[in-house]
């Protein structure tokens, strides 16, 4: 049996197929396997007796947050709160 599983949202799609492997193999490998699920971004199903009974998923990456994006790019130099100079308020 071959599912499919989308990392982003983990729900089935059409592209990604699961690799199936038995307890006694993932028991013997499981580190190897943890590092091509976490490499691969492919998950991978657990079985016992040929029944399905876990899967291992690779853990989502971190967000890139709008807020902060700019952190150490620029500097502000000035106080952004004082009043501005009258120079300024007389150009409009």
Not at 32 to 39: A, G, N, Y
Request: proline fraction near 8%; hydrophobic fraction near 40%.
């Amino acid at each position: 049996m071959i599912s499919c599983w989308s990392s982003r949202h983990d729900h089935v799609c059409y592209n990604v197929p699961m690799k199936e492997i038995s307890a006694a193999i993932f028991k013997a490998q499981c580190l190897t396997l943890m590092e091509d699920v976490r490499s691969t971004k492919r998950p991978l199903v657990i079985t016992k007796r040929g029944k399905p009974v876990a899967k291992l998923v690779p853990v989502d990456e971190p967000k890139d947050d709008f807020i902060g994006r700019l952190k150490g790019v620029f500097e502000v130099v000035g106080d952004l709160d004082a009043d501005p100079p009258e120079a300024w308020e007389s150009a409009f």
